[in-house]
């Protein structure tokens, strides 16, 4: 029994020594728990609205009012045109917008019904519907107080409208999360034993005694995965046009173009974990499991990032997949061309070039 004690003790001191395996036991718990506490809701929050009131009597301010008092929606009372209302979902100042027609108050007072006009974005059909049913919910909560006789009820008669997906295809917001989450962990995993592999198998020696610099080594290391993740990239676009009919709105030389560039931002992130790490098994545990979860949660095809903690939203900025899922929901969906995703753009581009410098500097060009 003294010895068995003895060896327990022993294993003790041996996990305590072990940061990885404390991380696993108490970290991991942690970051679960916070993470699916805060950051996963089923509700919508922190929605950009849109308001514009042509009627300006007193049950149009009166809605304003509850809507603004609700804690769904961040409101913007415009006195814009109707015709320019495609502008503010454009550049991502709206997500919904209300209009009040001229003599709201009046048909509502004198006629018993009156007619105001949702606008949503159709490119995430769950969130428009879960939009539109708030906004509904209060115009249903003040018919009822404005209405005092019981025979002869108001009656406010919601117009819906979806932009960019008039049919209601729930595929628009799926096709672009999955294809951001596919390349992201399937190029990253790729790359990311490349370089280590070379050295488990013993092969680092020709390599680094061949006339390549190491850029060209790692160069030449990433197209062939490039080629295959643009064919990867190919099918998954045929199977979202021709099998779940999702139209590409956008340019189809755009679409391609800002996915090889975020195929190379993959790539790049995969070379340096590869050049970061000393073994296959933990490169594909950081390409795999590293990058699969962050990429679920904080890309935004799952989860509205507007539900989430500021912290958590500032998380959300390193993750690629996230920038590269606006951008196919721009170009694709919405048909939107470069000036709209430009800044998009440059983010992916910064982090393509971090991770390349980052593989450099840790390419080992002596074996130790």
Known sequence: MKQLLVFIRKEFFHVFRDQRTLLIMFGLPVVQIVLFGFALTSEVKNITLTIV?????VNSTQIIHKIKSSSYFIVNESHINYKDIATTFRNGSAK??????AGFGNDLQHVGNAQ???ITDGSDPNTAKTVVNYI?????????EISTSPGLPYKIIPEQRLLYNEEGNGSLNFIPGVMALVLMIVCTALTSVAVVREKEQGTMEILLVSPFKPLLVLLAKAVPYLVLSLANFTLIVVLAVFVLNVAIKGSILLLFMESILFIITCLSIGLMISNTTSSQQTALLLSMMGMMLPTIIFTGFMFPLENMPWIFQMISNVIPARWYFLIIKAVMLKGLGLRYIWKETLVLLGMALVALTIALKNFKIRLS
Do not use: W
């Open 136 to 144: 509904t919910s209060i115009l249903a909560g003040y018919q009822q």
């Open 116 to 118: 105001v006009q949702i």
């Open 53 to 57: 009131d042509n009627a300006r009597d």
């Open 96 to 101: 919904c917008a209300l209009i009040f027609p």
